[in-house]
């Protein structure tokens, strides 16, 4: 089975890296240019001994929007968006409506489908914890990132995510068959 997220910037080339057990490190922030593709599997999804494992593809999204031309070719064929902002800045919170706006509801993507990561990044202060978003972002499942404090909480939740993305396919899978069969 493969899957794609999307990604937006602030940090989340660390993230990512982090979530697909890369071993590329990065030593000093340098924009993302264009899009990375993380591939990674991941056995027993289901959490079951014989279950197939899932090969997961990451794409990792620049978030200049000069790179505008080229979001239809990513978003294409993709199961879930993962966006990521720093929520300590203002200009991200509006930022995030953007790409909310293009990448699922453009899409036609569920609600479900996408996750909201407030990235804190290393050193970071003030209280965020209580962050407050507008319809129809505080619909969306938000999780908080601190890859400092608690990044095993960090991937636990992302294998949720992933989790869920699998079941939605194969729900829809499972109708499709269904109604080849009626």
């Known amino acids: 089975m493969d899957h794609r997220s999307v ?3 602030s940090g989340k080339s660390v993230l990512a890296n982090f979530l697909s057990e890369s071993t590329e490190g990065i030593s000093s922030y340098v924009p993302t240019q264009g899009v990375r593709i993380l591939e990674y599997e991941k056995p027993n999804m289901n959490g079951n001994s014989k279950g197939a494992g899932c090969r997961f593809e990451l794409w990792d999204c620049g978030g200049d929007q000069k790179f505008e031309t ?3 070719a990513l978003m294409k ?3 879930g968006v993962v966006i990521v902002f720093n929520p300590e800045l203002p200009s991200h919170l509006k930022e995030i409506e953007m790409w ?3 990448f699922v509801q453009q899409q036609q993507l569920l609600d479900n489908q996408c996750l909201l990561i407030a ?3 290393p050193g970071s202060a003030g ?16 999780i908080h990132s601190s890859l400092e404090e608690d990044p ?3 991937r636990i939740e992302f294998v949720k995510y992933f989790k869920s993305i699998i079941n939605l396919l194969n729900e829809s899978r499972d109708r ?3 109604s080849i069969i009626t």
């Open 7 to 9: 990604h937006l910037p």
């Open 70 to 72: 080229c979001w239809p």
């Open 77 to 79: 064929d993709s199961h």
């Open 100 to 102: 909310y706006s293009c």
């Open 119 to 121: 990235h804190h990044k």
């Open 127 to 142: 209280d965020t914890e209580n962050l407050s978003l507008a319809s129809p972002l505080n619909k969306l499942k938000l």
């Open 152 to 154: 095993e909480d960090v």
């Open 176 to 178: 499709e068959e269904m």
